[in-house]
């Protein structure tokens, strides 16, 4: 069983990692790491790894169904993280066909958007169904462009379980020096269309952060947006300056489609890192990995697998962020 401490929980060294004549120092290193997680955000019991993954991927040749599978079940049971944004979802439930802990739990709108979420840590409050929260009636004069697209978005309200986040400030064994600035925030996982030129596109993504200001209250309600835009962080540059209290966390590349939106003025998105399926530095398969799928799976690399590089980042609830 994996730890449930918090993402970026200080590691201690032990007592056989240094040399014998640097080992009486090693309280003292300890002490450091630990201090070393205190930061203006406040204690680490309120940061929360995400992370946004297409689920899609290549469905010919032998086998990839079922290897998609175990790679995404993988994911899941290693990474630890308790939301994940879903995009491309070929089930009505994610969890009833991956290999997941009975404590994730997912919502989602099959073949488009869906949101997997711990329930140990996350009581989801309800899910906003977008067709009732943009009926027809009100698309047209409000979000014109987003009529179409109701169905690319799984929208749901979490609430922070006080009790588990209790446990985890518990778990630093330090003193905490803020409290968590919010409990509740709005989760919106989107996929964005791709078979239209890039000025329907613009206008699509216009209409979005229309309605998530909309359904903020113009930011008075924490909200993230984790998904494949299908439109890279450079083509929508401008249109994100139109849009104050909306940011986009520093990403590893601005020609990437999976990305996160979310309010900072509440919240912050923090530390983006997209995970290398292939065999090199930080990969999750070795040489002899890949070698023996190649051989067994068709000759499918396990970054073919799955369309897009699944995206992590922290999600801080302890301090908006500093440049909002």
Not at 157 to 186: G, Y
Request: overall charge neutral; glycine content about 6%.
């Amino acid at each position: 069983m994996a730890s449930s401490l918090p993402v970026y929980q200080a590691e201690h060294l032990s007592d056989d990692t240094l040399p014998g004549e640097a080992a009486p120092g090693l309280a003292e290193v300890n002490k450091a790491l630990m201090e070393a997680t205190i930061t203006e955000h406040g204690r680490h019991p309120y940061r929360y790894g995400i992370a946004t993954i297409n689920y899609k991927g290549d469905t010919k040749g032998a086998g990839n169904a079922k290897l998609r599978k175990l790679l995404l079940s993988l994911l899941q049971a290693q990474i630890h993280v308790p939301i994940v944004f879903v995009q491309e979802c070929p089930w009505i439930d994610a969890t009833k066909h991956l290999e997941v802990d009975c404590k994730y739990m997912y919502e989602g709108v099959k073949d488009e958007a869906g949101i997997i979420w711990d329930s140990e840590v996350f009581d989801m409050r309800e899910r906003l169904n977008p067709k009732e929260l943009i009926p027809y009636r009100l698309i047209k004069p409000k979000y014109p462009h987003l009529q179409s697209c109701r169905k690319r978005m799984c929208i749901c309200r979490f609430r922070l379980r006080a009790q588990r986040a209790e446990q985890r400030a518990a778990a630093t064994n330090v003193a905490q020096k803020t409290k968590p600035k919010l409990s509740d925030f709005i989760a919106i996982s989107w996929h964005g269309p791709h078979k239209c030129s890039d000025d329907k596109k613009h206008k699509i993504f216009r209409d979005l952060l229309k309605f998530v200001q909309t359904l903020t209250n113009d930011g008075q309600t924490a909200c993230i947006i984790g998904g494949d835009f299908n439109f890279s962080i450079d083509n929508i540059d401008q249109d994100i300056d139109d849009f104050p209290g909306l940011t986009i966390p520093a990403s590893y590349s601005s020609k990437t489609i999976d990305y996160f939106i979310f309010t900072s003025n509440l919240i912050n998105v923090r530390d983006i890192e997209p995970l290398s399926l292939n065999a090199e530095p930080g990969g999750v398969f070795t040489s002899k990995d890949i070698e023996k799928a190649k051989r067994e799976k068709n000759k499918k690399e396990p970054n073919k697998l799955i369309d897009h590089r699944p995206v992590f980042a922290v999600l801080d609830l302890g301090s908006p962020n500093p440049f909002s």
